[in-house]
C-alpha cells in the first residue's frame, strides 16, 4: 500500500473512487435522480480536480497495486464551525475505501494520518458528520474519541439524510 498526497493528475480517478465508494456505501438510500445529480455535481473530476488545486481541501490517497482504493480529506475552513465551540476546527471530509479494502486498517491509518495533519496545523478540534444509520462508522469515530455535538441534514439531490455531526477536540 501507498500513501500519498493527491496531484491534478488524480482527479479524475479520486472522482472515480468517490462516486464508487458512495455508492457501495449509500447508493441503496436515494431514488436514482438524486443520486445521479449528488455524484454529477460532487464527484465529477472538474470538481475534484477544484479540490486538489484549491486552499480549503487536503487529500490522502492510499494505492494498492497502482489502484486508487482508498482517500481521506481535510477541509479547511469547516463548513460546520458555528456548531463547535473549538477556537480553530478542521473538518474530516470524507474517509472512504472500497469495499474489498474496508476491514484492512486502512481507515485508521488514514486517522491516523488526519490527527497528524490537524495537530501540525494547531487545530484544537476535528469535526466529521455521519450518516444517522452508519453505526459501523459511528463506532469507528467513537473510538477514537469522537462524540456528536449535533443533528444535521446532508443533501444528495432532493432527498436530506439524517446525519450526526461528530467532534473531537485535540
Not at 33 to 38: G, I, M, V
Not at 76 to 92: H, M, N, Q, V, W
Not at 133 to 145: D, H, K, L, S, T
Request: hydrophobic share 40%; proline share 5%; aromatic share 12%.
Amino acid at each position: 500500500m501507498i500513501f500519498r498526497p493527491a496531484t491534478l493528475a488524480d482527479a479524475p480517478a479520486l472522482a472515480e473512487l468517490g462516486a464508487e465508494t458512495f455508492v457501495a456505501a449509500f447508493g441503496h438510500l436515494y431514488k436514482p435522480e438524486d443520486l445521479e445529480a449528488f455524484l454529477a455535481e460532487v464527484h465529477n473530476p472538474e470538481a475534484v480536480g477544484e479540490e486538489i488545486a484549491g486552499d480549503s481541501c487536503t487529500h490522502c490517497l492510499v494505492e494498492d497495486d497502482g489502484a486508487l482504493v482508498a482517500f481521506c480529506k481535510l477541509r479547511y475552513p469547516t463548513k460546520f464551525g458555528e456548531y463547535s465551540d473549538a477556537r480553530d476546527p478542521i473538518e474530516l471530509g470524507q474517509l472512504y475505501a472500497l469495499p474489498t479494502h474496508t476491514g484492512s486498517g486502512i481507515g485508521a491509518q488514514l486517522m491516523d494520518w488526519a490527527l497528524e495533519q490537524a495537530q501540525a496545523g494547531g487545530h484544537d478540534a476535528i469535526l466529521l458528520s455521519v450518516y444517522a444509520e452508519n453505526f459501523g462508522a459511528q463506532r469507528f469515530y467513537q473510538r477514537y474519541g469522537f462524540g456528536k455535538i449535533a443533528d444535521i441534514t446532508f443533501q444528495v439531490g432532493d432527498h436530506l439524510d439524517p446525519e450526526y455531526l461528530y467532534e473531537l477536540k485535540l
